[in-house]
């Protein structure tokens, strides 16, 4: 497939597949508490109904911010499908998440600002994994691009298991699933109201729906990589990788932020900085 | 139409219920009712809401937070009175603190009888909520189609909170301009604000005459003109104006962001010079940043007569015209008009 019909695929496809993945999150969650939950297409739902909604804001210039999140969300989406170089990615999820964050900040409210500075405290714990997971990547298949990566003939989850493991924490917290649902949970009703979300209302707060399912898709692309040679298998896992994420969320209570930092980055230095070490050693 | 009967976010507020009612709302999210079949979320955010469900009376102290709340969620909106306390006040409506149901205090579309209202009415006076809901969407729709049929309208008292709230988002981008937060239109609180409707506003630097008193003196009302912009019933724009002397002093003009640029606050402006048939000379203020104002003032005739440093970030600019589109003198001082008016009524 050429890299310009995998960038159209993402482009229209994820943001399906996204939404229907956050349904299923819903309904799989609602059963897990023995409820029969909203139906499949809800969060389609949802953003229709919040585009529609009047717009109300604390400063104007806070939705220019999220317009930018979510561009920014579906470039590096953009980039990771067109098989760019995985570093570029990293780098432009990173200013996605600043401009939500500044958005947050924009906005004044204790809530959300509280929220804000939750989610930078996050990107701190998820960063190093990510970085170090690229890093890995590339010792195995000597390269950052990604259709590199994806065509690499071996699996890589058998060269880089510990690294897999450390993605797999860093996931929790980026699809903000319990117990790293700290800056904004998906369930309503938490101390901070809805954390980094508070002050958006109307299109504003769908376009943030809309990133996080272009976001989740790219996040599940990216597990994918690991299983590049063998493309059944890749999204088998990657669906297994997210139910699990679903069942984490709804077995695990909230962790306070101390602890996913110092958990996060334990993590990073034990399975993923471990995993290079011994990459570096036994080759 | 998709979207709003499938996905009602339901914000709940306890008024001064007994707990039996809040219990109850409590009850449908529960696997025995699982309101989230209906796509239902309780949320915690009005800014996120579209149903606003009120349990119990309201006394003094929740009557203020009703309506904070109320004006925090975005349209279209719906009220849902939960039992019979938030219906009529109940067995409480008679206690010294209570004033009534809900509908003493913000519109009400559905009541939902019951002592304790069980969950099964809850549910069904949710989904009644749903149809007012989906009408008022496209009630919506059509004030976004209709702006040009926007009409102005005297305010009263009773418009003063929306008029706040509407205030405090109107100047959001003033606060941004001057990068301070500290303008008086933002800290204006609801009891000024009420006085407004029938004192001089002594904040307004200019009105000499009252400049040197401490209390705001109360004055013939008829010397007050404060104008609402409505659309479809929603506050849209206002405008304040006082007369002392000939000349009619403007301020607050205020315009939604939504609707700015399409003619709202022109219109006002236009309404109160009308609205002052024998003020000969008409004043305005307004930040020396702030230059849409400048701009919309000076299209219509306003020009620059003095300056006052008000604080180290906040120069007020003043401007004038005259009614006959002549510019009165500009040394500074407003001209002395002979008071050769007619009846105070027309004042």
Not at chain 1, 181 to 206: K, M, N, Y
Not at chain 2, 262 to 272: K, S, T
């Amino acid at each position: 497939m050429s890299p310009w019909l995998r960038l159209l695929l993402y482009l229209v496809a994820a943001p399906i597949i996204g939404g229907l993945l956050a349904g299923f999150d819903r309904r799989l969650s609602a059963r897990m508490q023995a409820r029969q939950g909203p139906p499949l297409l809800q969060p389609f739902y949802d953003v229709i109904k919040l585009w529609q909604k009047e717009n109300i804001v604390v400063r104007r210039s806070q939705n220019f911010y999220i317009l930018f999140f979510l561009l920014l969300v579906i470039f590096t989406g953009a980039l990771f499908f067109a098989g760019s170089d995985l570093l570029l990615v990293i780098f432009a999820l990173t200013l996605a998440a600043i401009f939500f964050v500044l958005g947050a900040y924009k906005a004044s409210s204790p809530y959300s600002f509280l929220g804000a500075e939750r989610e930078l405290l996050q990107m701190m714990a998820y960063e190093p994994m990510v970085l170090l997971t690229a890093i890995g990547m590339y010792m195995v298949t000597k390269s950052f691009h990604v259709h590199e990566i994806a065509s690499h003939p071996s699996l890589l989850i058998f060269a880089l298991p510990g690294l897999f493991l450390g993605f797999l924490y860093t996931l929790e917290i980026k699809f903000r699933k319990s117990p790293f649902d700290l800056s904004c949970s998906h369930h309503a009703h938490q101390e901070l109201v809805r954390g980094i979300t508070t002050e958006f209302s109307g299109r504003a707060l769908a376009m943030i729906e809309i990133a996080h399912w272009y976001e989740n898709v790219f996040l599940l692309g990216w597990v994918y990589l690991f299983f590049g040679s063998m493309p059944a298998l890749g999204v088998a896992v990657s669906l297994a990788v997210f139910l699990f994420v679903i069942l984490a969320d709804n077995v695990f209570a909230r962790l306070k932020w101390q602890a996913v930092l110092k958990s996060a980055w334990l993590v990073a230095v034990i399975l993923g900085f471990g995993n290079i070490v011994v990459l570096s050693l036994f080759r | 139409m998709i979207g709003f009967r499938q996905s009602p976010w339901i914000l709940h507020y306890d008024a001064s219920s007994c707990n039996g009612c809040d219990i109850e709302v409590l009850a449908c999210l529960t696997p025995l009712y699982d309101v989230e079949r209906f796509g239902v979320i309780n949320t915690g955010n009005p800014k996120h809401a579209d149903i606003f469900l009120v349990t119990g009376a309201v006394n003094e102290q929740s009557k203020a937070v009703i309506r904070n709340i109320y004006h925090q969620l975005p349209e279209p909106k719906v009220v849902v009175a939960v039992g019979i306390c938030a219906g009529s006040g109940g067995i409480f409506r008679e206690c010294y603190n209570i004033c009534g149901g809900v509908d003493s205090v913000i519109p009400v579309d559905v009541y939902v009888p019951g002592c304790a209202a069980r969950p099964e009415a809850i549910i069904d006076g949710v989904v009644k909520a749903l149809a007012v809901l989906e009408e008022k969407q496209k009630a919506m729709v059509a004030m976004a189609n209709s702006i040009d049929k926007t009409l102005i309208l005297r305010a009263d008292k009773s418009d003063a909170p929306e008029i706040l709230a509407l205030q405090k988002v109107a100047y959001q981008s003033e606060a941004e301009i001057y990068g301070d937060d500290s303008l008086p239109a933002l800290q204006q609180t609801l009891e000024e604000l009420e006085e407004d409707f029938t004192h001089m506003p002594y904040r307004t630097n200019t009105l000499a005459v009252s400049r040197e008193n401490s209390d705001p003196p109360e004055v013939n009302l008829n010397r007050i003109v404060f104008l609402k912009a409505v659309v479809n019933g929603k506050i849209i724009g206002s405008i304040r104006g006082y007369t002392v002397d000939g000349t009619a002093y403007i301020s607050r003009l205020i315009v939604h962001p939504y609707f700015r640029g399409r003619g709202i606050g022109r219109r006002l402006l236009q309404e109160i010079e009308k609205a002052f048939p024998h003020a000969k000379r008409f004043e305005a203020y307004t930040g020396h940043k702030s230059k849409r104002n400048l701009e919309q003032l000076s299209r219509l005739g306003y020009q620059t007569f003095k300056t006052e440093v008000f604080n180290p970030i906040i120069t007020w600019v003043y401007l004038q015209k005259s009614r006959n589109g002549e510019h009165p003198g500009t040394n500074g001082k407003p001209q002395p008009v002979v008071a050769a008016l007619g009846s105070p009524a027309n004042q």
